[in-house]
């Protein structure tokens, strides 16, 4: 299977027209062919024609377009060759050294007050550009973006410790570094809102209400030695369900936590909400300490790994009232035909809010199925109409939704294909009805089902070559091009 790279050239075509033809060239593409051998080739006329093979359900979104410039609501020429200079053909990605996105945009101006050694830890600082890349962010934030972003914030800090022997930023310098992190990031493509995306904030380079905050007070306060050898190497599939580093991390903030005063007594038989927040705000001074004693790249493994535990946990959608479809779902017997459609659409309207991953997949479903059964909805709708868990993740089409790796990933930047993810279309796992003694959504770690930790692949794919498309987030790209 051959790599396709997709050149637009525009000539002042309005974007609303663009986006039109591209969507409809695509959708002319027969999607139900996905896992089969067969090539489908389609020839866009925008500029010069364009090829989609398709052989395999397990795909890379690879999306290259030209840098759009807005005026007189025109898209300007674009000249196109990958070698050349600043108005060359653009990937839609965070700029890599030789491949810069964003050549217009002037160099970040900062505060010139924060400590932070961001040379030490540009790669950590591109990758999460990258992650964040401004029209892809709201739709990776919580499975990548966030996760990376929280990651790079505790490397950042590790890194700065070595210096000034402190974990953590007094209120006023975390202001300035807050903002030289997002300028930063931004001049490297990154999206502006990652504060609201992401809920950061400035406190997140703070102690919080943690009561110890320098090197040499945690490392007498915790068992760093332990702490290191249950986390120096963490296993992605079993850490999750089968914590090792997780447990040693909330002792280490325990420890921190009990040089509050009088915070914690002998006779607590749970832990109160503000003996909690005190213990959160300790394991960010710990996950910074042990930033600090690994490599840059270690520190991101490990890290990316335990706050993957935590999204795959929870289900980020939010879901509306279903009066609608429990009222036409009352009685499947006669109106089935109704339910169906009512809760289809009802779904349709749910999975354009985020990507998410097959484990969170599991999550939504039993959420939602709760929320059915309080309304008096008995019968396994989901059986009845056929929903499967990727129905509830962002659809190329309305008919292929794609299910993200419940293994931590990031964006790719490829120069020659361009800004790349990888999620499966395969996986075509029927969404768990929940059981009716549930109270609570069911543990991902006590599944009702066998989920692939990677996506699967059908036989057509040899494991090494895998197809480039563009067309699963061409909708929502194309209406986030003409957003102003």
Known sequence: ????????????????????????????????????????????????PVSFPFNSSLFHLAVSTARAEEKDNNLLPVVSSPSAAPDALMPLLAPSPTHPLTPNRPVPVLSGL?????SAAAHIVSETATDCWSKLAPYLGNVICCPQLETMFHILIGESSKVNGQLALNTTIADYCFSDVQRILTSEGANESLPLICSAQPSNFTEGSCPVNSVKEVEQAINGSKLLTDCK??????????????????????????????????????????QQSVVDDCENVVLRWLASQLTSDKAKSVLRVLFNCNVNRVCPLIFPDPSEVARNCANTVKNATKCCMTLDNYISGVQQQSLITNLQGL???ASLGMMLQKKNITENVYNLCHVNLKDFSLQAFGSQGCLLRSLPSDVTDETSSGISFTCDLNDNIAAPWPPVSHASTPSSCN??????????????????SQA???????PALCLAMMMP
Do not use: H
Request: charged letters at 15%; one cysteine or more.
């Open 1 to 48: 299977m051959r790599r396709v790279r997709f050149f637009f050239f525009f000539s002042s075509i309005p974007t609303v027209v663009l986006c039109s033809w591209f969507l409809n060239a695509f959708q002319a593409l027969s999607l139900t062919e996905f896992g089969t051998s067969r090539t489908s080739d389609v020839a866009l006329v925008v500029g010069q």
């Open 114 to 118: 924060c400590a932070f050694n961001f």
């Open 233 to 274: 190497t963490v296993d992605p599939v079993k850490e999750c369900c089968n914590p090792v580093c997780q447990p040693a991390i909330s002792e280490a903030a325990r420890r921190l936590a009990l040089k509050v005063p009088g915070l914690f007594s002998p006779d607590d038989v749970r832990v109160s909400p503000i």
């Open 363 to 365: 999550n939504c479903a």
């Open 447 to 464: 599944k009702p089902i066998t989920m692939p930790a990677f996506p699967a692949a059908t036989s057509a794919w040899n494991g090494q």
């Open 468 to 474: 480039f498309m563009i067309i699963f987030l061409l």
